[in-house]
């Protein structure tokens, strides 16, 4: 009997004395939200609401005529650079896939609801593209020169990269 006490108290002891070598962990204080996110519903973004626009500035029109795709086809793993002018389609030879090419700026920049070229210099080269597959839009937004793997065009054949504008013969 009087071994198992020491026993216990021996023990109790041990788990004692661990308890107070552990170091006091500081409760984590976590950073106030910023004001915007603490009168927002949840689920909701600072997104502005409405309808983006492309404001080509006066400086930029006129000065690009073309740009070069790069076309892959993921199942053959073939390239093909393809010269495609503003304004005008491409379809892929042995497809129902066209692209059609839109605007280009050579300075890329979103503001709000606007997006616009900070320059003519091509800085951020995107062009704006939409994608068909048949007579179905499958993509509708912009490939970049500089960052290829934002926002890319996704399919399970093919991929398209930006490679440069085609300066407008002056």
Not at 77 to 93: C, F, R
Request: aromatic share 6%.
């Amino acid at each position: 009997m009087k071994i198992r006490l020491i026993a216990i108290a021996a023990g109790i002891g041990l788990l004692l004395s661990l308890g107070a070598c552990k170091k006091k962990e500081e409760p984590v204080q976590q950073a106030a939200a910023p004001a915007h996110e603490t009168m927002m519903p949840k689920g909701e973004s600072m997104m502005p609401k409405g309808e983006t626009r492309i404001v080509v500035p006066d400086s930029v029109k006129g000065k690009w005529e073309a740009v070069k795709i790069e076309i892959l086809d993921k199942t053959s793993n073939k390239k093909e650079v393809v010269t495609v002018k503003l304004g005008s389609e491409y379809t892929i030879p042995d497809s129902n896939i066209k692209i059609k090419v839109g605007d280009f700026l050579p300075d890329f920049r979103m503001d709000g609801l606007s997006i616009t070229s900070a320059s003519d210099e091509l800085k951020n080269p995107a062009v704006h593209i939409t994608v068909y597959e048949g007579d179905k839009e499958i993509f509708k937004s912009w490939l970049y020169s500089n960052f290829p793997t934002i926002h890319p065009f996704q399919h399970e054949k093919y991929s398209l990269t930006l490679i440069e504008a085609i300066p407008a013969k002056k």
